[in-house]
């Protein structure tokens, strides 16, 4: 079954404490990309990545890194979380100019 | 200024009532304009993608249009399963293909 698999789907951690949620796709999907989406401000972009090895900031990157070193792998880092990253986390994928294809969310609490 | 604006942000409908969801936009160069249907707890399911003004998609009981400034979502004859958060998106030209979503109309389709 073609999907994006999103880990955790929940998650419950400390300011600081840095953290990994991961993103997988078995489409061969070339573009991949991580959306944050917040009460009354619908859904953002935070980074997105081309291809392997090419990724660029979206339009609210501040504490957050990514990397894709795999086609099919883009993780996305929060190297020291804080309380305003607490957030519902979507990562999508697609081939080149198509229709993006979302995961089912890891929703993050950071106290 | 918001770039993608929806309206109503609620809607509640009796089974069998049709009605329609607005979505304007703002933005120049317009790549595509997308609709998704999101379902609490999950991702957004990618409905259609309409690329310039005249354009109609079906699919089932739902029809999407465009105009040079907005798209209408028509529901006809909506059952309970319609209801969700429908959420517009418009993707500009250029090499990220990023979306930038609306907040969404909610839309509950009583039995």
Redesign the interface.
């Known amino acids: 079954e073609a999907q994006v698999t999103q880990n955790p789907r929940y998650l419950i951690t400390v300011t600081g404490k840095k953290l990994t949620v991961t993103c997988s796709q078995n489409m061969n999907h070339e573009y991949m990309s991580w959306y944050r989406q917040d009460p009354g401000l619908g859904l953002r972009q935070i980074y997105y990545s081309m291809n392997v090895e090419v990724t660029d900031k979206g339009d609210v990157p501040e504490g957050y890194k990514v990397s894709r070193k795999e086609k099919r792998n883009f993780p996305l880092i929060l190297e020291s979380p804080s309380p305003n990253q607490t957030s519902l986390y979507f990562c999508a994928s697609s081939p080149h100019n198509q229709p993006q294809h979302f995961g089912d969310g890891t929703r993050l609490s950071i106290l | 200024e918001d770039q993608v604006t929806q309206s109503p942000e609620a809607l509640r409908l009796q089974e069998g009532e049709s009605s329609s969801l607005n979505c304007s936009y703002t933005v120049s160069g317009l790549?595509g304009l997308?609709w998704?249907r999101q379902d609490p707890?999950?991702?957004?399911?990618?409905l259609f993608?309409l690329y310039s003004a005249g354009e109609e998609k079906e699919k089932e009981r739902l029809k999407a249009t465009l105009t040079k400034k907005e798209s209408f979502l028509h529901i006809t004859a909506p059952k309970p399963e319609d209801s969700a958060t429908y959420?517009c998106?418009v993707q500009e030209g250029g090499?990220?293909?990023?979306?930038t979503?609306?907040?969404?109309t909610l839309l509950t389709v009583n039995p």
């Not at chain 2, 707890?41 to 990618?46: A, L, R, V, Y």
């Not at chain 2, 090499?95 to 979306?99: E, F, G, T, V």
């Open positions: 790549r997308f998704y707890g999950k991702g957004p399911e990618f993608t959420l998106a090499s990220n293909y990023k979306l979503f609306g907040k969404g």
